[in-house]
C-alpha cells in the first residue's frame, strides 16, 4: 500500500501541471483538452508516470460528478 502522503503528492503534481498546462494552451493557440490528455497518457500506466487505475466503478461515479458540475455551472451561466 502506497503511504497517503505520497498520493498527495501525486495528484498534487497532477494539479499543478494541469494548470501549466491550460496556461500553455492559451498561449500556443491548442486546445486545452489535447494537453490534458497528453498529461494523463504521460501520467498513465503505459507512460513514465505509472499511475495504474483499472476501478470502473470510481471513474464512472467522478465522470458523473463532473457532469453535474458542468450542467450546474452552465445553467447559472457562468
Not at 494539479?15 to 498561449?27: D, F
Request: charged share 15%.
Amino acid at each position: 500500500m502506497v503511504p497517503t502522503h505520497y498520493i498527495l503528492l501525486g495528484v498534487a503534481v497532477l494539479v499543478l501541471l494541469s494548470v501549466l498546462a491550460s496556461k500553455a494552451s492559451e498561449r500556443l493557440g491548442v486546445p486545452a483538452l489535447l494537453m490534458f490528455l497528453l498529461i494523463g497518457m504521460v501520467a498513465g500506466s503505459e507512460g513514465p508516470g505509472g499511475i495504474y487505475f483499472d476501478d470502473a466503478a470510481v471513474a464512472k461515479f467522478v465522470g458523473t460528478l463532473a457532469c453535474a458540475r458542468i450542467s450546474a455551472r452552465s445553467h447559472r451561466g457562468c
